[in-house]
């Protein structure tokens, strides 16, 4: 829980700095770059999460890996998470950031589940349904859980919208339970 406070901090920081700098679409592609060679380049994670390898060295080596690639403005902002020890927490830090440039342009994940695949045009309508409904750009992923029977389950943060054949029946079983007490 401390680490995700600490990542929540980092990632709140460089996402106002990069805000007002007018480089958030530019720090979230440094962001996904560095993140994504931390996984493909298990040897540079390594390298970060090593203690007996000081902050130099590992500063030296984020700079050899990322020379050109990134802009200096995410640079420094490694070597500060190199120097206060928190180089480790970057994953976290990164999906903090998504977190903070979703709410700024007003984007939701949601996810829907269903008992059998949804359609292209089902996905669309539902899209376009739960987008009037919230007032936000909708990103939906879908999944597909055989065990609901039927209908749709949504999840969109904390919010779900369970309009399945299961959930329905649940709710039913309640409400039949409540009247015979």
Known sequence: MADESVARRYAAA??????????????????????????????????????????????????????????????????????????????????????????????????AVSAVPLSDAQKAGLEKALEARTGLDIELATEVDPSLMGGILVRIGDTVIDGTVKGRIDRLREQLLDVRR
């Open 14 to 111: 460089f996402f106002h700095a990069e805000r007002q700098a007018g480089s958030l679409d530019h720090a979230a592609k440094d962001l996904d770059a560095v993140a994504g060679a931390m996984v493909a380049a298990p040897r540079l994670a390594e390298v970060a999460a090593h203690p007996l390898i000081d902050e130099k060295r590992k500063k030296a080596a984020f700079a050899a890996a990322f020379a050109g690639s990134i802009r200096p403005a995410t640079q420094a902002f490694l070597d500060l998470l190199v120097d206060r020890r928190r180089i480790a927490l970057l994953g976290e830090i990164k999906a903090e950031f998504d977190v903070l440039l979703r709410k700024e342009r007003r984007i939701a994940a949601a996810v």
